[in-house]
Structure formats: structure tokens, C-alpha cells
């Protein structure tokens, strides 16, 4: 029997959420610069912050891999 350590599996799990993450801020990142649109990217990037720390949240709290590969896939990072 293959048994799964969940504190690394969480920890790849984060590593997975943080780079989603990064791909979704990288162009609210650059329109946050552009004056005209700030206002809209920052409340975006705000979007993206919150979405993440409730992923985040979900993960730590995981029992075990089936409930933490459920979160991946229902929040599409997998």
C-alpha cells in the first residue's frame, strides 16, 4: 500500500496554486501601471488575492489527498 505524505502534498499543492497565481497577476500586474486602468487592475488583482487565499485556506484545512486533490481540481489547477 502506497501511503501519501499530506504535509508534501500540500506543499505541492501550494506550489501549484502559487504559480497559478503568478500567471494570473502577471498582466493586472502591468496594467496596475497604465493610469487610465489602475483603479480596474488593482480591484482585479484584489479578485485574484481573495480567490487565492480562500484556495489556500482549503488546502491547509485538507484531511487528507482525495479532499486536497478535489481542491485543485474544483478550482482548476489541475
Known sequence: MIKVD????????????????????KPLDIEATIPAIAEQAEAARQLVR?????IQT??????????????LVDNKLV
Do not use: F, G, P, Y
Open 6 to 25: 499530506l504535509t508534501k502534498a500540500k506543499e505541492i499543492a501550494h506550489n501549484i496554486r502559487r504559480i497559478d497565481r503568478a500567471e494570473k497577476m
Open 58 to 71: 482549503s488546502i491547509n484545512d485538507s484531511q487528507d489527498e482525495v479532499e486536497l486533490k478535489q481542491i
Open 50 to 54: 481573495d480567490e487565492n487565499a480562500a
